[in-house]
């Protein structure tokens, strides 16, 4: 007989991506925007550090999007590994910051540390056991 069991285990997530859909066009990010890739806005954050992977040097901004539930976010290990994903859903903002599972609001500095990091949990991204 097969059967589906939850474990529980110790995980390190060390980065997370975000991949969200630009809603409203430069209302939403200017098209020069570092993350801004045509139509999609994506980017790997490190977790402790609360910095963008490769953003580039000198360059501040913010991202402050309504995402509703069309984000995709994938938590990796140190090795970047996947250890969970969450598709087409309500931001996690447990760990990005922002508002109500609709909104990211990340405030980026110059070397590409998001300032209102604040990472609060991973629930969003594993399911309890029913």
């Given at each position: 007989?097969?059967?589906t069991?939850?474990?529980?285990?110790?995980?390190?997530?060390?980065?997370?991506?975000?991949?969200m859909?630009?809603r409203?066009d430069?209302?939403?990010?200017?098209?020069?925007?570092p993350?801004?890739d045509?139509?999609?806005?994506?980017?790997?954050?490190?977790?402790?550090?609360?910095?963008?992977?490769?953003?580039p040097?000198?360059?501040?901004?913010r991202l402050?999007?309504?995402?509703?539930?069309?984000?995709s976010?994938?938590?990796?290990?140190?090795?970047?590994?996947?250890?969970?994903?969450?598709?087409?859903?309500?931001?996690p903002?447990d760990l990005?910051?922002?508002?109500?599972g609709?909104?990211?609001?990340?405030k980026?500095?110059?070397?590409?540390?998001?300032?209102?990091?604040?990472?609060?949990?991973l629930?969003?991204?594993?399911?309890?056991?029913a």
């Amino acid at each position: 007989m097969k059967a589906t069991v939850m474990i529980k285990t110790d995980i390190d997530a060390k980065f997370v991506s975000v991949e969200m859909a630009v809603r409203y066009d430069e209302e939403d990010i200017p098209n020069d925007f570092p993350l801004r890739d045509g139509d999609m806005c994506r980017g790997l954050i490190n977790i402790d550090e609360g910095r963008i992977v490769d953003w580039p040097h000198g360059k501040e901004g913010r991202l402050q999007m309504k995402v509703c539930d069309q984000g995709s976010y994938e938590l990796f290990d140190k090795d970047r590994n996947s250890l969970a994903r969450i598709d087409n859903d309500y931001v996690p903002n447990d760990l990005i910051p922002g508002e109500y599972g609709d909104y990211v609001d990340m405030k980026i500095d110059t070397e590409g540390k998001i300032t209102n990091w604040n990472p609060r949990g991973l629930d969003n991204f594993f399911e309890e056991a029913a």
